[in-house]
């Protein structure tokens, strides 16, 4: 008898499954649209539909500005400190105040070796960028925390997940802050890659003028991050070699990287 019923059992449910697929296929296409959409509008590292919002400056000049997000993160920034140090490269760093309130000594050091600094926002949560009630927190408190650590506050400020909506923008211009985008140099950075793969991504991203993501964190949570650390030790010879020069994001966009007041 279970032959017989098998094959029934098995039409049945592909007819419900074909039934399902017709009647709701607008549901996931929708979702994909509306993804697509807020990736555009709001991620997409180039999108500057909203403002200013720079990932490059027009040039045939062989400058780059290397940048590492979600730092300080012992021991990967100090390693990276040593490996910039080596080549006589400077960079920017922009660093969510929560991390910076754990490291305040090795936030001092990335100043003191000659880098810039940046606000990432307090604690990288990607829902607040959404909620005006928090960009007191996000902005205005992580800019007084990184002004108590370093004496400055940064004129530079890069939102997690390089988000950005019109409301965000207006805070970051009230405060005194321009943002700052960027090119990923990676797509395999988030999954701890090793270095070979994350440098020979990064070398295809390389042009002139752009600014190149990196991560020495990630978020607020620290992490293993030995890939993108000895992804840069390969890296700068190669750029060298084919004639780069290196800027921190501020030179290179030709702004103040710090406020005055
Ligand atoms: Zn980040």
Known sequence: MLYIYLPLVLLLSLLITYYFLVTYIYI??????IIGFIYYFFIWSKTQIFGYFPASIKTNRKIIALTFDDGPNPPYTEELLTILKRHGVKASFFLPAKNIEKFP?????????????????????????????????????AQNIIKKVIGRRPALYRSPWLFKQPW?????????????????????????????????????????GRIIIFH????????????????IDILIPQLKKQGYEFLTVDKLLGLPAYQTT
């Open 105 to 141: 000594e090795l936030t001092r050091k990335i100043i003191a070796e000659g880098h810039i600094i940046g606000n990432h926002s307090y604690s990288h949560k990607f829902i607040n960028n959404f909620k005006s009630l928090c960009f007191e927190l996000e902005i205005t408190k």
């Open 168 to 208: 965000l923008l207006k805070n970051l211009k009230n405060n005194g802050l321009t943002p700052v985008s960027g090119f990923f140099s990676s797509n395999w950075e988030i999954w701890k890659a090793p270095a070979e793969l994350i440098a020979r991504n990064a070398a295809k991203v390389v042009a002139p």
């Open 28 to 33: 996931p296409i929708i979702l994909l649209i």
């Open 216 to 231: 020495d964190g990630a978020d607020t949570r620290g992490g293993v991050r030995k890939g993108s650390v000895e992804a």
